[in-house]
């Protein structure tokens, strides 16, 4: 049986999430107490036709201390034979989650009369830290629309087979602010910059004018060989110690031309050795340059 935790902040796009899981097989749960999780795994396992699938939403609704014990929780479910787990939380910047809140006029599960929307947010945060610290994904969706999000959770949970590996190159502009939700991130802002060339401002790194560019610099193939042989280097770690994603963040200065051509470089590479690789060229959505 393979097992997903989903959990995140409210306003995160929990609720999007688990639509796609069940859209594609999995039997869902919403709002789950989170003691009941192990109880409930060992009754399906026991079935004479267990589900194959299952996906439970765990979040800030539960009693606080149920959620304080979520890392013993975890620990008494990765005792069950056959049971694959992983574990899934959306986050997104506090400012994005206050606007999400007033554009929707919802009522945060956390607000009362003695705090602001404002301070639910930020206590919701510490409320759900056991969970987020378990996370084997974590996805921001600061800047990701509902259906970018939904591409996103199809690609990397529901498009991923049991015990395989999914790794994702991601590039991003660091005036924009660095990912939350990368394992690595790697710095090419000292690769040379097409920005400062006219005529190639208005491209991106998957052009061929400016991967023709920067794949005439030494220096730029040192740094895609270097961030790719780190990687090469220690993914056999992470698999063997059961990770079931790593994200790769790639930072320039907006996220337009180096970060993406060196993502680009290294996703071709690796998908000649792994079946599950994914891009995402955060600023590419965003106007910008670099």
């Given at each position: ?21 069940e ?8 709002n789950?107490p ?35 014990q ?11 034979p ?6 899934l939380?959306l ?6 989650l ?17 705090q ?18 378990q ?35 991601e590039?991003?502009?660091?005036k ?7 394992d690595f ?51 056999p ?19 337009q031309?180096r ?32």
């Amino acid at each position: 049986m393979r097992l997903v935790v989903l959990s995140g902040r409210s306003g995160s796009g929990k609720s999007t999430a688990l639509q796609v899981l069940e859209d594609v097989g999995f039997y869902c749960i919403d709002n789950l107490p989170a003691l009941l999780l192990p109880d409930l795994i060992k009754l399906m396992l026991a079935d004479p036709q267990p589900i194959s699938k299952i996906a439970v939403s765990i979040d800030a609704r539960n009693q606080p201390s149920n959620l304080q014990q979520f890392p013993e929780i975890m620990a008494q479910l990765q005792q069950l034979p056959n049971l694959g787990i992983e574990t899934l939380f959306l986050d997104a910047g506090e400012a994005t989650l206050l606007r999400r809140y007033n554009a929707t006029r919802r009522r945060h599960p956390l607000s009362d009369n003695n705090q602001s929307l404002q301070q639910s947010i930020r206590n919701e945060r510490e409320l759900l830290e056991p969970i987020a610290t378990q996370a084997d994904l974590r996805i921001d969706t600061t800047r990701l629309s509902l259906y970018e999000l939904r591409d996103e959770v199809k690609l990397r949970v529901a498009g991923r087979t049991e015990q395989e590996l999914s790794l994702q190159f991601e590039s991003f502009g660091f005036k924009h602010g660095v990912p939350l939700d990368v394992d690595f991130t790697f710095d090419v802002r000292s690769l040379p910059n097409p920005y400062w060339v006219p005529e190639l401002r208005r491209h991106t790194g998957r052009d061929q004018e400016v991967i023709d560019f920067l794949s005439g610099y030494e220096d730029v193939t040192e740094m895609v060989t270097d961030i790719r042989q780190f990687v090469e280097k220690w993914l056999p770690r992470f698999r063997a110690n059961n990770r079931s994603y790593i994200t790769i963040g790639i930072g320039c200065t907006g996220g337009q031309h180096r970060s993406v051509y060196v993502c680009e470089q290294l996703a071709g590479h690796f998908r000649t050795l792994m079946d599950n690789v994914q891009i995402l060229h955060r600023e590419l959505r965003q106007p910008g340059s670099d």
